[in-house]
């Protein structure tokens, strides 16, 4: 019976250990993010925080390991649903991976809400699926300020080869994102040549590997747009490594906390800054707003912002608070 | 009166040991495996008002039904002193080739079931094939499946997820006859037959007998090149299955879908008490390994507990349970 009782101890410690349970709350919000690995989710995270903590809502936040841990969310997206929150936040890994939760959610009665524009409209409404509001940046306008900024840099009769590594291969926000960059450089200084569209999937070693493998290729490289911060700080390293700081524009989009740093090393040239803790934090207070009956537009748009060296010594943009 | 001999007599085996053994001879499990879960699962519904509900009981099996499939795959092949690292990118693969004879090739649900589970069965069937006839090991060639099959995954779609499966098929993974997801019905009647499969024939005792030693094996007459490339080409077909679910259920082929499922399928296996070189495994053991961990994941989500924490629990349970494992064969050992 010894051995029994010591796997009963062992099980019943082991459990205690784990318990770190919060108080259960009525009316409680529902925020799923990706991962909280990356600072642009932690500062939506904070944001959710501060907003949630103004409007004097209970919320609840889970995250998964990776952003490309579609099933998991699915799984945590399921359980969220056993808590019954009033409405559910939701940043999806793909357009489709919590489709089904989100019908679910729908029948419960559960205002379903996309929180920085993963889902796709057309197939919202071919699985009938009706949000209650999209917030987020809009990711076309991320990347054409993007090529704006570049264009600035070179001038309009710029000439040359540019680089631009795209997120993870079939995702919606960083096919938006190459793709408004792609679309506005055509159109502003068309002697700029787009060599090579790769996928980095949000990877910075990925994406120091394909700046390696281009700056071999096209030595004169003018510039590099990369999807997300990350990819964009993977570059950074590739283009300093290979002796070439400084020649080449490197723009990411996100303005998390480690590019600002790079930023002000005079590493990294510029961020497209989504202001993500501006998003979390609109994305409650307008849950609140529908929650009490009010009404709020059906798509919230949240401004971005090009951050620089310029712009952030100087620190009279009002937007910059919002930059975690 | 009193025997004098009373005070001396043998003792029988005691109460403990016999529900031990009568456990791993009836149901073929290790009874702490099923006590470790049931304490887990108790102390998730202390913890959580929210863990004790029928719609969250099949929430666990419902999370649990892709990792299962693939964990019986890896029970299989490690029974037999194999290793199938090429699960989950098979997943994946089967998924995107099953979405897209349905969607892009516009064709019935029956062949793009069969295309699904026969995609998982061929690649697995390449990889026994090498392994059996190239003599390269199965660590080598799974590996290198592992590769090849994610990448023709996101090759077929050019890594854009194929959306918009037919409803027939979308049924296999959202529909809920009598209340319960189907993805959990196709879970729990594969265990049932893989179990069978593998306790009470002989394809399972030859499974077990070449894990345990390969000569003695070919010894006795098993044609242990023929039974190993029918085992990959089974695992394949199983990670089809998994595929199947996951495709269905989001109702997309997703060539990103099932990313480094091979491990947690062989963390399932080897909780649930099946040997990693072989001679050992049991089904039903897998499921609670699987359920262990299922129950776990949600309890802690249901906990919010950071999905950081949920993974060094898994970690520390796998550790622990072999640690009981080996405690075990030990103590046995010493009598």
Not at chain 1, 9 to 35: I, N
């Amino acid at each position: 019976m010894s051995r029994l009782k010591s796997t009963l101890k062992l099980g019943v410690a082991f459990a205690t250990l784990l318990a770190v349970a919060p108080a259960m709350a009525e009316g409680e919000y529902g925020v799923l993010m990706k991962t909280l690995a990356n600072p642009f989710w932690g500062a939506m995270g904070m944001g959710v925080e501060d907003g949630a903590k103004e409007a004097g809502v209970a919320y609840y936040l889970q995250a998964v390991e990776s952003d490309q841990a579609a099933e998991p969310q699915l799984n945590v997206c399921n359980t969220m649903l056993e808590r019954k929150p009033v409405a559910m936040i939701t940043a999806a890994i793909n357009s489709t991976n919590l489709l089904p939760c989100l019908k679910a959610a729908q029948e419960a009665g559960i205002k379903v809400v996309d929180l920085d524009g993963n889902l796709d409209q057309a197939i919202l409404d071919a699985e009938g699926i009706d949000i209650t509001f999209r917030i987020g940046s809009d990711n076309v306008l991320a990347g054409a300020q993007g090529a704006e900024y570049v264009v600035s840099q070179l001038g309009a009769d710029a000439t040359g080869p540019v680089l631009v590594i795209e997120g993870l291969s079939g995702n919606i926000t960083g096919q938006k994102r190459a793709q408004g960059f792609a679309d506005k450089l055509g159109e502003l200084a068309p002697g700029l040549e787009i060599v090579a569209s790769l996928p980095g999937d949000w990877d910075r070693g990925k994406a120091a590997n394909i700046t390696n493998d281009i700056l071999t290729r096209n030595p004169d490289l003018k510039a590099i747009f990369a999807a997300n911060d990350g990819m964009a700080l993977g570059a950074v390293e590739s283009v300093f490594a290979a002796g070439k700081g400084g020649e080449v524009v490197i723009v990411g989009v996100d303005g998390n906390s480690d590019a600002v740093k790079s930023i002000n090393e005079g590493r990294l040239t510029a961020s497209v800054a989504q202001l993500p803790y501006l998003v979390g934090k609109q994305a409650v207070e307008n849950v609140k707003v529908v929650v009490e009956g009010g009404e709020v537009p059906h798509e919230i748009i949240v401004p971005t912002l090009v951050l620089t060296k310029e712009v952030m010594d100087a620190g009279t943009e009002p937007m910059l608070e919002y930059v975690k | 009166m009193t025997s004098p001999d009373a005070g001396r007599m043998r003792p029988g085996p005691s109460l403990w040991s016999r529900i031990q053994s009568g456990a791993i001879e009836r149901f073929h499990i290790r009874i702490e495996s099923l006590i470790v879960l049931l304490v887990l699962a108790a102390a998730m519904a202390v913890l959580s008002p929210y863990f004790l509900s029928w719609s969250n009981f099949l929430n666990i099996f419902l999370a649990t039904a892709t990792i299962g499939v693939l964990a019986i795959a890896a029970t299989y092949v490690l029974g037999s002193g194999g290793l199938d690292l090429s699960l989950g990118s098979v997943m994946g693969l089967a998924g995107v080739v099953g979405a897209w004879v349905a969607v892009k090739a516009g064709l019935p649900t029956p062949v793009a079931v069969a295309a699904t589970v026969g995609a998982g069965a061929l690649a697995g069937f390449v990889n026994g094939l090498i392994i059996t006839r190239a003599f390269v090991p199965a660590f080598i060639v799974t590996l290198g499946m592992l590769g090849i099959a994610r990448g023709l995954a996101l090759v077929i779609n050019h890594g854009a997820a194929i959306y918009g499966l037919p409803a027939a098929m979308v049924y296999l993974g959202q529909g809920r006859p009598l209340g319960i997801p189907m993805p959990v019905i196709i879970f729990i009647a594969t265990a049932i037959v893989m179990h069978i499969l593998l306790a009470y024939t002989r394809y399972g005792r030859h499974t077990l007998a070449i894990g345990d030693s390969e000569n003695a094996a070919r010894t006795a007459g098993i044609n242990v090149q023929r039974h190993r490339l029918s085992l990959y080409t089974l695992s394949g077909a199983l990670a089809g299955l998994a595929g199947l679910i996951f495709a269905t259920r989001v109702n997309a082929g997703d060539p990103t879908a099932g990313l480094t499922y091979e491990l947690t399928a062989i963390t399932a296996a080897i909780i649930g008490g099946t040997n990693l070189f072989g001679g050992r495994a049991s089904i039903l053991g897998t499921m609670i390994g699987a359920l262990i961990m299922g129950v776990l994941q949600n309890g802690l989500n249901l906990l919010a507990v950071q999905s950081y924490y949920q993974q060094m629990a898994i970690g520390a349970v796998l550790i622990l349970a072999v640690f009981i494992d080996q405690w075990q064969v030990r103590k046995e050992s010493r009598v």
